[in-house]
């Protein structure tokens, strides 16, 4: 499962979804062809498993949660 957060739930217009991908980009590439904004919006993202910031190459197992998380500013 995919959990999206601010500014990526508004470009991909989802707060969750179900993705069959094997890896990280993958899933970004899947994810930037869901609306005008998010290719710019996802490549931004973090997108983290268990906590843990994940590199594009890493291997994303079945029932996987994943939080795509935008670059958040402020203090």
Do not use: H, Y
């Not at 707060?15 to 710019?40: D, I, K, M, Q, W």
């Amino acid at each position: 499962m995919v959990r999206l957060f601010a500014a990526a739930a508004e470009a991909v217009g989802a707060n969750e979804l179900t993705t069959s991908t094997g890896s990280v980009a993958s899933l970004r590439e899947e994810l930037a062809g869901r609306g005008a904004e998010a290719p710019r919006v996802i490549a931004q993202c973090a997108l983290l498993r268990a906590g843990e910031r994940l590199s594009d190459e890493a291997a994303l197992a079945p029932g996987d949660l994943v939080d795509v998380l935008p670059p958040f500013a402020g203090g």
